[in-house]
């Protein structure tokens, strides 16, 4: 039972549903395998040790993160494959020497400049993707681009400290899909994209593999032919983004922040928490036209239920307070002081916010933390 | 010298430069002093020992804060007049008596209710002030509802634990103005609407002081009658979303976050940097219909300097790096590794991502952090 379900809560908690997160991992653990694709999860979004031993518990054995910080605390957890899925940093190429002495670290690179430099840096050989944008437009080789991706594969395989593995891309612009139909349509323009420029390395004798990303796509599609890994990350929590994409429904979000009521206004059937951008993140979700930073779901004795948007909805998120607007019959059930339950616009974000997790059974979980 | 201008930084590093910090502060000394309105600053931007004792320098002996964990880190750093700017969380009461005994600790409420509780739980008289909703509506009672801001004054006024101060306000739809036209005139309506409700209480036989709140106005307004007291904060550092108000310039934002750059891609005339939305917050601001993240600003040997806009904007920020769209003369400044400028939407979410501060001239100060 929660702490703040027996006592006040006086603060704003990050809560974990772990038979979520388990439900979610395992979903996407069975089905990868059903299609022989290679799952190696993004842990950028939990950041966490322990959530991390649920998906060792499920045969994973190798990881996505998104900083070299990220990857030495899971390293340190006894992870020793882990992609950092962000091109190499110029500045840290120390840093990632040392680490790739201790464990498989898989690095990205978009330019023939950062790999030189790299491979002067390293005293070991390091497994090395070359990043291609498939047209989230972000970074990466543009796909069209096949002079520069064969450039730069001919300049890793002649290189001595990298060895290469193969292309990478992050399809980030699912995100923006509404529906099924959407991102499995630009999951598999950006799959045959990459498999345009398989075979042309290929042509040029060179082998790669292909590592493609993305929850909606991994939540959403079921023909993954050419691909030979995934990393999702989102999908272990989801959120209210995830839900607009069409990856998940509400009941499939593992966490929530617990708010205390600070306030109701019954005119404006409005109820304000105590709980806002700095214990959220400013992000927010845009459903039918209506910018939102949250949802309300109310508190049950092992955790929260889902009640329908338009019965609460979280309108406004200044720094420290949040503005819910309510339905009269949910305005009626809400008292002074109690704890509401606000499913985050994105997980992500919400959770780098804290440094621990409590989760409804009452487990105190750390996370990594960016900055001590 | 900062650090990374001798050597190769590392990871994005929250900036400060301390001159224009002092500039920014006197400003606002000075010309509340000019208007006979009494200073007392919000500290939830800063969130700084340090910064607070250039205030304490200037002469301020009171401030603002916007939460009990913030009053208590400041009362700790020796102030002892404090209004926490949020309405009473009633989870929290317990704990406001104990720092109401230590300091004058002001607090908001807009509920008889609320009010009622936080006299039974007091065991030391605590100075109060009735949170009025002007227009922004987030919370306090509506200025209109008169009956309602007399009822709980009368209360407040009979209970033996309560000091009734006055009528509390925060403007924040100053924040969609646009140039100072725009704001004076909103600024002017919530104070024409506190000073009716204060006639109507003296009327009543009550006594009431005016506090009114907001940077756009703190910086814009040049007609403060009958308003006591001023609570602005965020004009310490300023950002993006205040060069938009039309309360600063560019060259008045006293807060850059240092980022490496990790890629160049001259057909789109685009960098990316290392430094995402966990490095920033997810807080934008629309500049002429465009949604930006920052501004980009070029290092110097002593910080950073201004450039247009156009020459370079962030215009999309994921977890770890961001976009900058830079015009072709910017981009062949800059190299890869080199350390770049990030001018913030919102400088009191940026900074609240990190534990301290980084001064131009290589000082560190120590921030509040939320959650240890």
Not at 123 to 134: A, E, G, R, S, T
Not at 145 to 154: C, G, M, R, S
Not at 283 to 302: H, K, M, W, Y
Request: net charge neutral; charged share 25%.
């Amino acid at each position: 039972m929660l702490d703040h379900q027996t006592s006040i809560l006086k603060k704003p908690q990050l809560t974990l549903d772990i038979g979520k997160v388990r439900r979610n991992i395992s979903r996407i653990v069975d089905k990868l395998q059903r299609h022989g694709v290679f799952f190696r999860p993004h842990f950028k979004t939990h950041q966490c040790a322990a959530i991390g031993e649920l998906f060792k518990d499920m045969g994973i054995t190798a990881i996505t993160v998104s900083s070299l910080d990220m990857a030495a605390y899971f390293a340190k957890h006894g992870w020793d494959d882990i992609t950092l899925a962000v091109p190499v940093n110029p500045g840290q190429l120390q840093d990632i020497d040392l680490l790739a002495r201790r464990i498989r670290l898989n690095v990205l690179v978009d330019s023939l400049e950062v790999a030189t430099m790299l491979n002067n840096a390293l005293n070991v050989k390091c497994p090395l993707w070359i990043k291609v944008d498939v047209g989230y437009g972000r970074v990466g080789i543009k796909w069209h681009d096949e002079q520069n991706v064969l450039e730069l594969a001919k300049l890793v395989e002649s290189s001595p400290q990298l060895e290469f593995c193969g292309l990478l891309t992050h399809s980030g612009h699912t995100y923006e899909c509404r529906g099924k139909e959407q991102v499995i349509h630009r999951f598999d323009e950006g799959r045959r994209r990459m498999l345009k420029l398989k075979q042309m390395l290929l042509a040029n004798g060179i082998r790669a593999r292909i590592s493609m990303g993305d929850t909606p796509s991994a939540s959403l599609v079921e023909a993954f032919e050419g691909v030979d890994e995934m990393r999702p990350g989102n999908f272990v929590f989801y959120d209210l983004t995830q839900t607009q994409t069409g990856s998940c429904s509400e009941t499939d979000i593992a966490v929530a922040i617990a708010c205390p009521v600070i306030g109701k206004y019954e005119d404006d059937l409005k109820v304000v928490v105590y709980g806002g951008s700095v214990h959220f993140s400013k992000d927010s979700v845009n459903i039918n036209g209506e910018r939102l930073f949250g949802q309300l779901a109310l508190p049950t004795t092992d955790g929260w239920k889902i009640i329908p948007l338009s019965d609460g909805k979280v309108v406004s998120c200044c720094q420290e307070v949040s503005k819910i607007k309510v339905s009269r019959e949910v305005f009626e059930q809400i008292e002074l002081a109690q704890t509401l339950y606000i499913l985050p616009a994105h997980s992500c974000l919400a959770a780098e916010v804290y440094p621990r997790y409590l989760t409804t059974n009452g487990e105190v979980l750390e996370r990594f933390r960016l900055f001590e």
